[in-house]
């Protein structure tokens, strides 16, 4: 896509940071590093995001996150690591290019907050919910 700036980084027309790089995978610095060594993982091809591609190519992009995430981990000493994907806007991408941040982890006042409110389990409602999302074949 022409207007997409990862897809300007996956040709060469404007300069990245890479850390690896496969025929159909590229993984590059983030530009505002939340934490140290803060790394997008992307498919070269575009895709606008997870849920614009097939498993195939989603299994391309996630199979090169494990040695990257252990390089990352390994090199700059981490304790941890997070790993987000943000889908469209209310989940708040900003850039429409599918991309994975590898969020290596140091400690409580490391930059990144990532709180998950903590509500009563309600049983029923699990089940229902998950009757109606079922997917099994
Ligand atoms: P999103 O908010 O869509 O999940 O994440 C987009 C990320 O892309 C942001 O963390 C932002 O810092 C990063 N980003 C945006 N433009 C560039 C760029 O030109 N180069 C690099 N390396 N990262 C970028
Ligand atoms: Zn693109």
Redo the contacts with the bound molecule.
């Keep these: 896509m022409s207007d997409c700036?990862?897809c300007k980084?996956v040709a060469g027309e404007?300069p990245?940071?890479k850390v690896y790089e496969d025929d159909q995978v590229l993984a590059?610095?983030?530009?505002?590093q939340?934490t140290k060594g803060?790394t997008?993982v992307i498919p070269k091809k575009h895709y606008r995001n997870v849920l614009d591609m097939d498993a195939e190519a989603a299994g391309q992009v996630f199979a090169a996150v494990p040695a990257i995430a252990r390089q990352l981990k390994e090199k700059l000493g981490a304790s941890g690591l997070n790993i987000?994907?943000?889908n469209e806007e209310a989940a708040?991408?900003?850039?429409?290019h599918t991309?994975i941040?590898l969020l290596p982890r140091f400690d409580q006042n490391d930059g990144l907050d990532i709180q998950f409110t903590v509500n009563e389990p309600d049983f029923p409602a699990l089940a229902n919910l998950a009757q109606e999302l079922y997917l099994g074949e």
Excluded at 28 to 32: A, G, N
Excluded at 92 to 96: A, I, L, M, N, Y
């Design positions: 700036i990862f980084i404007i990245a940071s590059f610095l983030d530009i505002t939340v803060h997008l987000v994907n943000n708040g991408q900003t850039v429409f991309h941040h």
